[in-house]
């Protein structure tokens, strides 16, 4: 299977920390995506890093992407109770169209 | 833009029936998968269409998954004979893939599929 893996799977903190999640995959990419998930929802996008940049942040954001290691991971700063949900990576294969999407981190941001 | 829309939002059918999902995408997007979420499998890609043209359909499960896309702005899955195992959220999302490799995919809001 190409689907990559998260961890940690579940994460709980507290109002104000920062969260971070990490995500590795299998193949060689064009990019790589992080999706929020509110339970029962569909997937939305949050923020895309191409395979040439290292880093990339986007409000309380921030992503960085190792591809000699085949990892990225996603930190939340100041989170919020609202920041609660789950977050998973998305893979775009090279020369494929598609995306893959990893197992999953499931925050919890208790008040 | 209404965004992608899918229906039903959730089904039950009865074990061996057919089932029908349906997906509208964003206009003027030319990319359309279908992915199933389950709490085992996660979520996994079923198949997915460049211009209404099936380009990998290698994640759908048995030959009792099919889908189509008959123009642009319509794509079905079908499920025939469904069973309990198929029990899942299924998803439809689709993307520009004129804007080149590096762009976001828009989900639909999902179809809850109970087969009993």
């Known amino acids: 299977s190409q689907q990559g893996e998260e961890d940690p799977q579940a994460l709980s903190i507290q109002e104000g920390e920062n969260a971070t999640m990490n995500c590795s995959y299998k193949t060689s990419i064009n990019n790589l995506q992080w999706y929020r998930q509110n339970s029962g929802r569909g997937l939305v996008h949050l923020i895309l890093?191409?395979?040439?940049?290292r880093e990339k942040h986007s409000g309380r954001l921030r992503v960085t992407l190792d591809t000699s290691k085949k990892s990225s991971s996603l930190l939340i700063t100041a989170s919020r109770a609202a920041d609660t949900a789950s977050y998973f990576c998305a893979t775009a294969p090279t020369g494929f169209q598609k995306l893959v999407f990893g197992t999953g981190t499931r925050l919890l941001v208790s008040p | 833009d209404a965004g992608v829309i899918q229906s039903p939002r959730h089904e039950v059918t009865e074990m061996g029936q057919e089932v029908t999902l349906r997906c509208k995408p964003i206009s003027g997007h030319n990319s359309l998968f279908w992915y199933r979420q389950t709490m085992m499998r996660g979520l996994e890609l079923l198949i997915y269409?460049?211009?209404?043209?099936?380009?990998?359909d290698s994640g759908m499960p048995e030959d009792r998954f099919s889908a189509k896309m008959p123009n642009a702005s319509f794509s079905t899955l079908k499920i025939q004979p469904s069973e309990p195992r198929d029990s899942a959220v299924y998803f439809c999302a689709s993307r520009d893939q004129d804007r080149g490799m590096n762009t976001e995919a828009f989900f639909g809001q999902g179809t809850r599929l109970t087969v009993v």
């Open positions: 890093i191409r395979s040439n940049e």
């Open positions: 269409f460049n211009n209404n043209v099936p380009i990998d």
